[in-house]
């Protein structure tokens, strides 16, 4: 399952809906701003999510082929996500959105202005 149906048959749609998923983008975000992150390492970074929340937004996007699952059965067991080929596509449009996300956050929190957001691409 690649991309989810869309009802309407709109490739654009089917796009929405994977993505619009909550922590969806967040996660993606950190795994561009991080590269490959243990599931550990992305739970403590994504404040506020529950295991199950982040394990069913990785099966979905890994399902979806925009992100891959790297297990190391070793003791503990090692499982690794990464951005695949696919999900490479989505990068530039997340810059870019972080580009605005940037500005119109500083524009409307002059007093923390470039700070928040400096902090999370820096995780």
Known sequence: MPMPKSPMGCPMDALFRLLAGPWTLYILWILRSNGPTRFGVLKRQIQGISAK???E???MLE???????????????QVTYGVTERG?????VLDDLSVI????????????AGIALQAVSSQ
Request: charged fraction near 35%; proline fraction near 11%.
């Open 53 to 55: 929340m982040l394990t």
């Open 57 to 59: 937004r990785l099966r």
């Open 63 to 77: 399902a979806a082929e925009v992100i891959y699952r790297d297990y190391e059965p070793t003791v503990p067991p």
């Open 88 to 92: 490479q596509e989505l990068m530039e």
């Open 101 to 112: 996300a940037r500005r119109w956050y500083d524009r409307d929190h002059p007093e923390v």
